[in-house]
């Protein structure tokens, strides 16, 4: 037999089928199903709370297998979100065969497999937001030739019982190891899971925010994923939720993607980073230098950037987080390396020789085009997001800037140099648009925007006016100044939104 290509793929379906996921097939599920003793199927699929949803099926027989994974399953849309009325709110949910992962934590040998909403007549349902950032990614390829991919970052804490041993330093937890961080296992026990669902993991690491209080210790970590096609980046974030959450319980901790905790404490975000892509390259950089296409995805970006606040920041303590010198962005803008900006084009190996040979005087120099590494960085998001609406928009911002008459010029505009918080009299900051403070004024920015958001029939009036609508139910205009300096009212908000997402 020829050696396994794939014997090093975490993934046990890919392995045994020798083939990636991508072109897994129904027969490939029922044929791995068949021959590794599988006793249950699960289908998985998001609902409005941007929690992953669960259908149990034991495996009785071939025929009922095969007529599962045919057809697919109905589902009451009416409790799955909130935009569906119950008189008319059956769905479908299929399958994507490509998404089959053998379940890390079921005792009971068991696939799950990821689905797609359809309507009564069998077509994508128009509202589901996994079907919304399709059809946003496809008007951006049909109308510019181009496409993107992202990656996203996921930051939480973990909540635990206070241990005397090894205090962590308050706030000061970037990169520590064990034993001042007491939560690495936990973190690495869910990365294997996660690659082994298909995740495309780049590393993970403590993060700044650690703190205790009488009875609890609170410890920042963030797990960080490498960039893919739009669909399988929106995939793995939501799955390690999921596995994050599952991992913390066998460990009787609290895992918590809240974008505050407590007040003067690091807040998590769930930062997004992107690449334009033409024809499999990577065309952020041109001549060492952030090219005019990468500059037109940003401006359109920022253009917009309040407005995505609807799907990047849905709970009103999101904007706890985006507060003034927190290492949260507040004004609409973008930089190298920065911050303390919207948009951050971190470093990118450009013009660094061969710092491997430098280190190690024994290797010889062999200069490499690191290129495709660029990425920028979208910094508001946090863990509240709807992450298939999140990158939809992200999507539409990108085509939105090809579009605009002037990106390029909005794109000179809204470029900062300076730490923004520390150093304003160098920048005429009151230039710079703001980011929103409350739900109600995301809200208002996103039906201020909507035209954007529904051409090319990406958005629909329903999906913007239920988001609103929400939005504004949370009644939080004000609430961020009324509630920050009550300790014990800030908390109950935490409390209550400590599982968001």
């Not at 979100?81 to 005792?107: C, H, I, Q």
């Amino acid at each position: 037999m020829e050696p396994n290509p794939y014997a090093l793929n975490p993934n046990p379906l890919v392995r045994f089928l020798r083939k990636p996921a991508k072109n897994f097939t129904k027969a490939d599920i029922i044929h791995y199903i068949e021959n590794n003793e599988i006793k249950m199927l699960n289908f998985r699929y998001v609902g409005g709370d941007g929690r992953l949803k669960g259908l149990n099926f034991v495996i009785q027989s071939r025929d009922q297998l095969m007529n599962i994974l045919s057809s697919g399953e109905r589902v009451d849309g009416s409790s799955l979100f909130n935009f569906l009325e119950a008189g008319s709110s059956d769905l479908y949910v299929v399958p994507r065969f490509k998404t089959a992962f053998l379940n890390p934590f079921s005792e009971i040998p068991t696939v799950d497999i990821l689905c797609s909403y359809f309507d009564k007549d069998g077509k994508p349902l128009d509202s589901a937001p996994g079907n919304i950032m399709r059809r946003a990614h496809r008007a951006l390829e049909e109308n510019t030739g181009y496409s993107l991919e992202v990656m996203g970052e996921i930051e939480y804490y973990v909540i635990s019982q206070k241990d005397e041993l090894y205090e962590a330093t308050d706030q000061k937890g970037y990169h520590e190891s064990a034993p001042f961080v007491k939560w690495e296992k936990l973190r690495t026990d869910a990365m294997m899971a996660m690659a082994q669902t298909g995740a495309l993991l780049k590393y993970s690491h403590s993060e700044v925010g650690n703190f205790s209080d009488e009875e609890h210790e609170y410890e920042q970590n963030e797990i960080e994923f490498l960039p893919t096609n739009v669909e399988d980046a929106a995939d793995q974030l939501i799955i390690a939720k999921w596995i994050l959450r599952e991992v913390g319980y066998k460990y009787g901790v609290t895992i918590s993607f809240a974008p505050k905790i407590t007040a003067g404490k690091a807040g998590s975000g769930m930062h997004i980073h992107m690449r334009p892509m033409k024809d499999g390259k990577n065309v952020t950089l041109e001549n060492d230098k952030i090219s005019n296409v990468a500059r037109k995805v940003i401006a359109g970006i920022l253009d917009i950037a309040p407005a995505l606040s609807a799907f990047g920041n849905t709970i009103p303590t999101s904007y706890f987080r985006l507060v003034p010198h927190q290492e949260a962005p507040t004004n609409v803008c973008w930089g190298m390396r920065n911050r303390s900006a919207l948009i951050r084009v971190p470093l990118g190996w450009v013009n660094t020789g061969d710092m491997v040979a430098t280190a190690n005087p024994l290797e010889e120099t062999h200069l490499r085009d690191f290129s495709d590494k660029s990425t920028f960085e979208f910094r508001c998001p946090d863990g509240s997001a709807d992450i298939y609406l999140l990158i939809a928009g992200l999507c539409v911002g990108a085509r939105h800037g090809f579009e605009m008459e002037n990106g390029l010029e909005y794109a000179e505009k809204t470029f900062v140099e300076v730490n923004i918080f520390e150093e304003r009299h160098k920048m005429h900051q009151s230039k710079l648009s703001q980011l929103p403070y409350s739900c109600k004024k995301a809200a208002d920015y996103l039906l201020e925007k909507a035209g954007v958001f529904k051409q090319h029939d990406v958005f629909t009036d329903s999906l913007l006016e239920g988001t609103a609508r929400r939005l504004r139910d949370f009644n939080d205009e004000n609430l961020r100044v009324k509630v920050a300096p009550n300790r014990e009212e800030t908390m109950k908000l935490v409390r209550r939104f400590l599982h968001c997402g």
